[in-house]
């Protein structure tokens, strides 16, 4: 980040030389007031977001430790012990509760004497 060459006290102890037809003083301390206000907040507005920063990286390394902790504490299985079995047999439980009767009174076996081939 680049470094600020001004401070709030710079700003405020900064002269000007003064000429016949100079700017008005009361005029360029009422800004220079302003500038002066918006710089200490600005400040404090880094602060807080630097504060914030660590903060939240602080967070992420634990959040990514605790991770890490639990992918060694947990077992390599696929799926979580869930088989293909037990998926086929669950949606066989849920076609018969869908379709209800409709699948136990049809015949679902195929006559291989009566194809004809080609």
């Known amino acids: ?62 959040l990514t430790k605790q991770l890490a902790l639990a ?6 299985s696929p799926g979580s012990g869930v088989t293909n079995f037990d998926i086929l047999k669950r949606l066989s439980n849920l076609e018969k509760h869908v379709f209800g009767s409709k699948i136990d009174n049809t015949d679902n076996t195929i006559d291989y004497s009566k194809a004809t081939k080609y």
């Open 1 to 62: 980040m680049a470094e600020k060459n001004l401070t709030a006290k710079d700003i405020l102890q900064k002269e000007f030389n003064k000429s016949v037809r100079g700017y008005n003083t009361a005029e360029v301390d009422e800004y220079l007031d302003s500038i002066i206000r918006d710089y200490d907040s600005f400040q404090k507005d880094v602060v807080y977001l630097k504060n914030e920063n660590e903060r939240l990286i602080s967070k992420v390394d634990e």
């Open 71 to 76: 992918k060694k504490s947990t077992p390599n």
